[in-house]
T-cell receptor, first 117, second 112 residues
């Protein structure tokens, strides 16, 4: 149980284009999902908290107009990197907490490796 | 003081030994604590959660929580080379809807 998927697993795009990453909870409902970014040899950096049916809450320093988050249903959240630049190249990982869990356990998707050329 | 602090390592232990990973946390972190394992190039995997003082055992893993000392640890018994990974300690940020605060991770290397 508690499986989270992400699609695509890797993507290469040209500078200036937009990329959409999907995050799905496969066997549970998740009112809240989280988006992280991780650079090589560094720890996870929380970008935003995504709540179903409402606007995402972004961490300080994260541009909300550049990283668009939509939490369309209890099992799907998307992250769109708009006008991507090489410095946006990173490992993007989502996580989700089952609604029935009062313990805040987060289950992570496999991640999406983005390379902007 | 960082909110969740871990020794970055690397921690090297021989195969079959006990690996001990430690984590301290600040007043901003509360209630629930988690240990995640992250292999190089992969996403984190939840291996243990602990919510109350004391020990919690699951197979070769034992998590220990001491709220008075603001200290969490993970013991891995009979360490295997496949345990070589970065271990992330995390705790919930109080009243922030399940947001986790992560330590920087401890790299563990188990030598055959």
């Amino acid at each position: 149980g508690a499986v989270v998927s992400q699609h695509p697993s890797w993507v290469i795009c040209k500078s200036g284009t937009s990329v959409k990453i999907e995050c799905r909870s496969l066997d549970f409902q998740a009112t809240t999902m989280f988006w992280y970014r991780q650079f090589p040899k560094q720890s996870l950096m929380l970008m935003a908290t995504s709540n179903e049916g409402s606007k995402a809450t972004y961490e300080q320093g994260v541009e909300k107009d550049k990283f668009l988050i939509n939490h369309a249903s209890l099992t799907l959240s998307t992250l769109t990197v708009t006008s991507a630049h090489p410095e946006d190249s990173s490992f993007y990982i989502c996580s989700a907490t089952p609604d029935i869990s009062a313990s805040y356990e987060q289950y992570f998707g496999p991640g999406t490796r983005l390379t902007v050329t | 003081q960082k909110e969740v602090e871990q020794n970055s390592g690397p921690l090297s232990v021989p195969e079959g030994a006990i690996a001990s990973l430690n984590c301290t946390y600040s007043d901003r972190v509360s209630q629930s604590f988690f240990w995640y394992r992250q292999y190089s190039g992969k996403s984190p995997e939840l291996i243990m959660s602990i919510y109350s003082n004391g020990d919690k055992e699951d197979g070769r893993f034992t998590a220990q929580l001491n709220k008075a000392s603001q200290y969490v640890s993970l013991l891995i018994r009979d360490s295997q080379p496949s345990d070589s990974a970065t271990y992330l300690c995390a705790g919930t940020a109080g009243n922030q809807g399940g947001k986790l605060i992560f330590g920087q991770g401890t790299e563990l290397s188990v030598k055959p």
